[in-house]
């Protein structure tokens, strides 16, 4: 996967996951959660739904991680490489 | 694939529980000993007419845009929508003591608010301090048991007012006798005063079968009808769970939504004969025809009431409590058509040994016992809803001996063992309770409770 097709399939889930999310204004390095309004627990579905979708294991020190949608996208490149 | 997951009880909590796991593709299995899924919150048919039987009203209330609201957040984590509740809110409840004014509390908290205001003007700034420290306060922080009444004393300087605001919270979800412990005062605070309630259009059955279909679409095998019999364990995994009728199925986790001790039955271990007591309840339901003279409430959902200044909410020394309990009029919340048949419930506190005791003696001295309460209990209600004891069409009661048939629950005790395992750990590598004796209560409260826990001790765990 590209880095943009990353960006989408985390803005997709994240959709799923809450239809009202708005991501016009979203800032790619600030922290999605406050942005987002998300919580840990909207978190846990962001990685159980990589995790449905694409067999990534992530395991829960990693987490923090995916705090903002950059640092989702460069944590994953690797990992989404082959996908 | 490997071993599925196991979800003992299908009532709300095991629900829950099982649809969340479903979500992500986990294989699971729920096994309920019933033919019926829900638990304490089912339902039976009599004369063509469903009756729901726990059902009173759903505590939790919150409008849509609440997004952090345990109950949005609910329906978000089970990917529920909300429209598919059909909600309908509350007209109003009542807080009935002897010599003083009725408290009302409506999903709207300044109605709370204002009647402590008119009937308690000296108690309203301590009331609005008691609120503003219950907003500050974290009740998930893990704490040691803390008396609530100690608190509230030090912050309502008028004892039937500390009476009157405990007796909806105690009768809602307190396993505990007379106090509670301040987190639960918290969170059913929250939960009955500041949220409030409401109850779905329909019936119970209807939340039933859209949890009942969602697990189904998701891929879930539902086992009804027959009971989980003993878990296998080696060491302190649970290898195996074995059923009533034979049938032995291998596990991964297990979540378990039948009470701590019953639980550790299932595997085999001994219950310590502690002296904890299990409080449990008689319950009526009349079914009354309004278009005679009869003249119950058409303003009040839930009516709280005691008939002594102080409060006693413990096990009674006899087989029913008449002094205080609560009526439930299911048709009194707003968008609800009432037809002519009018429900009216009422629960009171009671002891399970008489009533044992009274079965044992014989099944007609146990009926007569039965019908003789729910007499009473009627006339005593009639104080607070108006008269319908002579336009009664139907009714039915269930006692502490009822709920235990039904659900399992030792000695019938609805709210469980007063001790509770919010982490839900119950001494099991590879099992974990949800539910009752986790210590969320109430439909919403199971619910939660069963997401939690799979959130908790299934999902960060998953292997690839
Ligand atoms: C009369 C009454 C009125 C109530 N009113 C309300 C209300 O108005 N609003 C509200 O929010 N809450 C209400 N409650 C409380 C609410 O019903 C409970 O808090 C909640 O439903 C508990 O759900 P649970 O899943 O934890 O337990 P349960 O509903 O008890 O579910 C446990 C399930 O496990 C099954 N089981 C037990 N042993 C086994 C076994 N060995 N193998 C397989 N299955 C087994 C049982 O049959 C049962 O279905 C009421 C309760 C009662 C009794």
Redesign the interface.
């Known amino acids: 996967m590209t880095r943009a097709e990353i960006r989408d399939l985390i803005i997709e889930i994240i959709k799923d996951?809450?239809d009202?999310a708005q991501f016009d204004d979203v800032s790619p390095d600030e922290p999605l959660r406050d942005q987002l309004?998300l919580?840990s627990?909207?978190f846990?579905?962001i990685?159980?739904?990589l995790?449905?979708r694409h067999?990534?294991?992530i395991p829960?020190e990693d987490y923090p991680q995916l705090a903002t949608l950059n640092s989702c996208v460069n944590y994953l490149e690797p990992l989404l490489h082959n996908a | 694939m490997g071993a599925p997951h196991i979800v003992i009880g299908g009532g709300l909590s095991g629900l829950a529980a099982a649809i969340r796991l479903a979500r992500f593709g986990e294989p699971v299995v729920i096994i309920e000993q019933h033919n019926r899924l829900g638990g304490l919150n089912s339902y039976y048919t009599r004369n063509g007419r469903l009756y729901e039987t726990g059902l009173h009203a759903i505590s939790n209330f919150a409008p849509r845009k609440q997004r952090h609201a345990p109950l949005n957040k609910l329906l978000k984590q089970l990917q529920l929508s909300r429209d598919d509740l059909s909600i309908c809110e509350q007209l109003r409840s009542e807080i009935h003591f002897p010599g003083t004014e009725p408290l009302l509390f409506s999903n709207d908290f300044s109605l709370l608010r204002d009647t402590i205001d008119d009937v308690f003007p000296h108690a309203l700034a301590g009331f609005d301090r008691l609120v503003q420290r219950l907003d500050h306060h974290d009740p998930f922080a893990p704490a040691p048991f803390t008396a609530t009444r100690e608190i509230l004393s030090s912050f309502l300087n008028d004892q039937q007012l500390i009476e009157m605001l405990l007796c909806p919270l105690l009768f809602y979800g307190s396993s505990w006798q007379d106090d509670i412990d301040f987190n639960q005062f918290t969170i059913l605070f929250r939960a009955i005063y500041q949220d409030g309630f409401f109850r779905p259009a329909g019936t119970i059955k209807d939340l039933l079968d859209l949890l009942t279909e969602t697990l189904i679409e998701r891929g879930a095998t539902i086992i009804t009808g027959t009971g989980v019999e003993h878990l296998r364990v080696v060491d302190d995994r649970v290898e195996s769970v074995i059923l009533e009728n034979g049938e032995e199925l291998d596990c991964n986790i297990v979540i378990s939504t039948i009470g701590s001790d019953e639980t550790r039955r299932l595997a085999g271990k001994n219950i310590d004969k502690t002296d904890i007591v299990r409080l449990s309840f008689f319950e009526s339901i009349f079914t009354v025809d309004s278009t005679g003279k009869t003249a119950v409430s058409k303003d009040a959902t839930c009516i709280f009431f005691c008939r002594q200044n102080r409060l006693r909410y413990r096990k009674p020394n006899t087989p029913v409590d008449l002094k205080s309990g609560v009526i439930s009029l299911p048709d009194n919340f707003s968008g609800r058509e009432a037809g002519t048949m009018r429900d009216v419930r009422i629960t009171h506190l009671a002891n399970y040994q008489q009533w044992f005791d009274a079965r044992a003696a014989s099944a007609s001295s146990y009926d007569d016992l039965k019908a003789a309460y729910a007499r009473k209990s009627a006339r005593v209600a009639e104080a607070y809803v108006g008269s319908f004891f002579e336009a009664i069409t139907y009714q039915d009661s269930f006692t502490p001996l009822t709920v235990q048939r039904y659900t399992g629950k030792i000695e019938g005790a609805v709210y469980g063992s007063p001790n509770k395992h919010t982490d839900g750990a119950c001494g099991f590598a590879n099992m974990f309770l949800a539910g009752t004796d986790q210590g969320y209560l109430g439909i919403i409260g199971a619910m939660l409770s069963g997401v939690l826990m799979v959130n908790r001790h299934i999902l960060p765990k998953l292997a690839k």
């Open positions: 996951i809450d009202e309004d919580d627990m909207d846990l579905d990685v159980m739904e995790r449905k067999k990534l294991q829960e």
